[in-house]
């Protein structure tokens, strides 16, 4: 920082380091460059370009609900409720199709719907009455959970024709390498998050917000409306990663997605979202996910390691980078002062 | 318990005795009325579809009774619900206490499983346990007050590194099995009776008066609702706002080592996965049921306790009334939603325009 400091001249890219928004998406990136490297040293096949589509094809609603959750948390707030809106999802859409003979394509927009104004309920709780979005959305959390176990408590298991023949539809990428449907919708979806985020107004608001609501409020921008908005779409993406796993599980279950909301937390942070709002980027939250899913995959492909190291080492992960961030933060700070 | 309406207001409007507000008006502007009201609404509704419901039998030296079970069964989650209202109070929140809980038992079962095998007969292996499992769940307090205090983290993220991870170390220690207590002594915890009633009731007791003295007889109480409602004033005033703070955080992640072992007891088994599941939610749910201010400063324990009691109330008539117990979190999600709007200024000024505009028409 102090290098930068003392050679303005010395290019673009350092200066632009010193946000800590990218820097902390460096330090995601370099991570996962060299867990991929250590696992390419230790385990033979490790490095074929199948394993780490695998990452894409076996996240894919994960990474669906993190695009949503990185909005809201860059807005400074939080979803507890998106692993319950999964679950409900899948439930729903499962009943539609297997027990009222609904079409698939007829039903998913309406579960789509359903998860949208979900989303757009608990935003018009916290913005109107001014409460705190996590317990609103724990709330949430209770009442999808608890929807998705009146409509059906067993597992439903889905056998219509359409929904098998897109589950194994692979798009092959040369090579032998291939993807699912499922992680294209996840690629399009981060895509798309990117575009909104970077290059739209509602994107800047969504940081205005974060940064400071006031402030935004202050400068005229549409404060009201952007948060309820910002939580239609963590519901939409939710409700979008719950079809999306109906077509990976190929059944609806009110257990499905359990702690879902904690990997979607933990993959935005470490993908270099501040929890304070207002820094962050929807591309560092891909690779927030690609992070945890690596985690997993060195832990199969290692084979003595149990299940349980995978919770303790995003926990490890967590803490990083949140200790991270706070050194970013007080780093800021004080060269902030600097400045001024 | 009128010490819980908050202080800091009170001195500032000395009453004239003329003019002290009667009876009814005090009980109305209680913060325990509606609480209480709501729990005794449940049980008398209970009481109506089951006339037996509210009945006490004395057997075998023992109190048994549907009220005894409740209280009981509402001990851990009463317990932890006690903790979590302390961290609220000072603007903080604990989303670890499941985890915490987890880890607590499993320690506790793999203690008594060591030290049985290493030879130790007698009480030995109970106290033991207790100690080791309380001293883990003390430690892990500190951790998540550290992250807190001294780093700076928002509450609700560092203590979601522990509610992470905790389950993994829970299962590590337990090298991902459930752990079954092959030890009697042990069930006493949270299964005994003492005096006829059952020993959890004791132990929450205990807890729950320590915490009143120590925070009506001495200033603690009042520097809690001063972090809560103005830390940087706090501060300014001399209050050492982070030590109090930390010190609870140890405090909150304690009582889930409690309850921990009260459970682990119950059920004579460590359940590294699933034990403590959701309690998060139902403690602070328990907190705001209650009527402490989900944003800090204005703070009751005796509030809680009822929560906690509500809480269990609703999930003993659920099952009770035959309705599938999946109901149980759709009723809690609208209760927590109620009681929330019920806070919201925003809301309330709200319901006044309407029933003045009301008023106004008729």
């Not at chain 1, 032998?176 to 290059?199: C, D, H, I, P």
């Not at chain 2, 009774?65 to 302390?86: C, E, F, H, K």
Request: hydrophobic share 55%.
């Amino acid at each position: 920082m102090s290098i930068a400091m003392r050679a303005p001249g010395a290019g673009n890219l350092l200066r632009r380091l010193r946000e800590p928004g990218l820097l902390s998406l460096a330090v995601t990136l370099a991570l996962f460059v060299a867990m991929s490297a250590a696992g390419g040293i230790l385990y033979e096949g490790f490095l074929s370009p199948q394993v780490f589509l695998n990452l894409l094809i076996d996240n894919a609603f994960l990474l669906i609900v993190a695009v949503g959750m990185t909005f809201v948390i860059l807005t400074g707030g939080i979803d507890l409720s998106v692993g319950a809106v999964v679950a409900f999802t899948t439930v729903l859409l499962a009943s539609l199709v297997e027990k009222h003979g609904w079409h698939p394509l007829a039903a998913i927009p309406l579960v789509l719907l359903i998860g949208t104004g979900f989303g757009a309920l608990m935003g018009v709780l916290i913005e109107r009455y001014r409460l705190q979005p996590f317990v609103v959305t724990l709330a949430g959390m209770f009442l999808a959970r608890g929807a998705a176990t009146l409509v059906s408590v067993d597992s439903i298991g889905i056998n219509h024709a359409f929904h098998v023949a897109v589950a194994s539809t692979r798009v092959p990428l040369g090579g032998g390498a291939s993807l699912s449907v499922a992680a294209l919708v996840a690629l399009a979806v981060v895509a798309a998050g990117v575009v909104l985020a970077g290059s739209t107004r509602f994107g800047r608001t969504v940081y205005a917000i974060g940064g400071s609501a006031q402030s935004a409020e202050l400068m005229g921008l549409p404060v009201d409306a952007t948060l309820i908005k910002v939580y239609a779409l963590s519901g939409f993406c939710s409700a979008l990663a719950g079809v999306v796993y109906t077509f990976y599980m190929l059944s609806g279950y009110s257990l499905h997605g359990m702690g879902l909301e904690l990997d979607a937390i933990a993959a935005v942070v470490i993908g270099g979202t501040l929890l304070a709002g207002g820094s962050g980027y929807v591309l560092g939250s891909l690779f927030g996910v690609l992070v945890l899913g690596l985690i997993q995959t060195l832990i199969v492909f290692d084979g003595t390691l149990s299940s349980w190291w995978t919770r303790i080492a995003i926990g490890v992960l967590l803490l990083a980078f949140c200790l991270l961030q706070r050194l970013l933060a007080r780093g800021g700070q004080a060269s902030g002062g600097g400045h001024g | 318990m009128s010490e819980e309406q908050a202080p800091l207001v009170q001195p500032a409007q000395p009453r004239p005795q003329s003019a002290r507000p009667g009876l009814r008006e005090r009980l109305m502007a209680h913060p325990l009325l509606w609480p209480a009201l709501a729990l005794v609404l449940l049980l008398l509704g209970n009481a109506l579809f089951n006339p037996g419901f509210l009945a006490l039998q004395w057997r075998d030296g023992h109190l048994y009774g549907n009220l005894v079970d409740i209280a009981n069964r509402a001990a851990p989650l009463a317990l932890v619900s006690l903790g979590m209202t302390l961290v609220i109070a000072v603007r903080g929140l604990d989303i670890s206490v499941g985890a915490v809980l987890a880890i607590s038992a499993t320690v506790a079962a793999w203690t008594i499983a060591r030290m049985q095998a290493g030879g130790s007969g007698g009480l030995a292996p109970l106290f033991g346990a207790i100690a080791a499992a309380l001293a883990v769940a003390a430690l892990c307090g500190l951790w998540n007050g550290v992250l807190v205090v001294r780093v700076g983290m928002q509450p609700i993220i560092a203590t979601l590194i522990l509610m992470v991870a905790g389950r993994g170390v829970a299962q590590l220690i337990g090298d991902g099995q459930i752990l079954t207590i092959y030890y009697a002594p042990y069930a006493f915890l949270g299964n005994g009776f003492l005096f006829g009633l059952p020993f959890s009731l004791f132990v929450l007791a205990a807890v729950f008066v320590g915490l009143k003295l120590l925070l009506d007889r001495t200033a603690l109480g009042l520097f809690v609702r001063a972090i809560g409602h103005n830390p940087a004033a706090a501060h300014v005033a001399g209050i050492r706002a982070r030590a109090i703070a930390l010190s609870l955080y140890v405090f909150c992640s304690f009582s889930a080592g409690l309850a921990g072992l009260l459970v682990s007891s119950n059920v004579a088994s460590a359940d590294a996965n699933n034990a403590g599941q959701l309690l998060e939610l139902d403690a602070i749910l328990a907190v705001a049921l209650g009527g402490s201010a989900l944003s800090g400063g204005r703070f009751s324990l005796g509030g809680s306790l009822l929560g906690a009691l509500i809480i269990q109330t609703l999930t003993t008539t659920i099952y009770a009334i035959g309705v599938p117990p999946q109901v149980n979190l759709v009723v809690k999600a609208l209760l927590v939603t109620a009681v929330l709007l019920l806070q919201s200024p925003q809301f309330r000024a709200k319901a006044r325009t309407l029933f003045s505009r009301r008023e106004a028409r008729a």
